[in-house]
T-cell receptor
Framework: NAGVTQTPKFQVLKTGQSMTLQCAQDMNHNSMYWYRQDPGMGLRLIYYSASEGTTDKGEVPNGYNVSRLNKREFSLRLESAAPSQTSVYFC????????????FGQGTRLTVV | QQQVKQSPQSLIVQKGGISIINCAYENTAFDYFPWYQQFPGKGPALLIAIRPDVSEKKEGRFTISFNKSAKQFSLHIMDSQPGDSATYFCAARTGFGSARQLTFGSGTQLTVLP
């Protein structure tokens, strides 16, 4: 009963380094999302994937890339990390057509120094 | 540009009291309004949701009130308990089918004192 699994849970990067945040869901959901959460700003959508093979920009896509590797996995890549990308990142998934809303992972706390 | 405005930012309530969190929106394309509850170190979890053709929805101690004409909705937590202490986010949904997206409010940190 894993749901949405994110790795790693914590990461410290130096400015300019790159890394990939991994997300996998075992609920056979079509849609997957990456959000960032910053104090006083709620959750803001970075990228989403409505179905396997498709990705679209959200509200704050700059500095990020994504890959929908298959139906289960949706990764978020920071090519050249900046201090402004210090945040908590959440992956979420939801079924395609129903009214059921998103299920979230436990988050990755990223610090860029 | 914050499409969903949430208030207050923080709220302290005594055990047994009523907690009220308010949200307002501008985009009339929003078609579904969920509330999420988040405990420290955890991801948000769906708490309760309402469609805009309904004025109120109640699940246990949690009630959503929805005012379509005013473009406002609120979460009421009756008989608040210390275990309700968490951050609450309102959200609003747009889009169709698999392309639906959620826009979140800024969050309210609720503390229920024993």
């Amino acid at each position: 009963n894993a749901g949405v699994t994110q790795t790693p849970k914590f990461q410290v990067l130096k400015t300019g380094q790159s890394m990939t945040l991994q997300c996998a869901q075992d609920m056979n959901h079509n849609s997957m999302y990456w959000y960032r959460q910053d104090p006083g700003m709620g959750l803001r959508l970075i990228y989403y994937s409505a179905s396997e093979g498709t990705t679209d920009k959200g509200e704050v896509p700059n500095g990020y890339n994504v890959s929908r590797l298959n139906k289960r996995e949706f990764s978020l890549r920071l090519e050249s990390a900046a201090p402004s990308q210090t945040s908590v990142y959440f992956c979420a998934s939801r079924p395609g057509q129903t009214l059921t809303e998103a299920f979230f992972g436990q988050g990755t706390r990223l610090t860029v120094v | 540009q914050q499409q969903v405005k949430q208030s207050p930012q923080s709220l302290i309530v005594q055990k047994g009291g009523i907690s009220i969190i308010n949200c307002a929106y501008e985009n009339t394309a929003f078609d579904y309004f969920p509330w999420y509850q988040q405990f420290p170190g955890k991801g948000p979890a769906l708490l309760i949701a309402i469609r805009p053709d309904v004025s109120e929805k109640k699940e246990g101690r949690f009630t959503i009130s929805f005012n379509k004409s005013a473009k406002q909705f609120s979460l009421h937590i009756m008989d608040s308990q210390p275990g309700d202490s968490a951050t609450y986010f309102c959200a609003a949904r747009t889009g169709f089918g698999s392309a639906r997206q959620l826009t979140f409010g800024s969050g309210t940190q609720l503390t229920v004192l024993p």
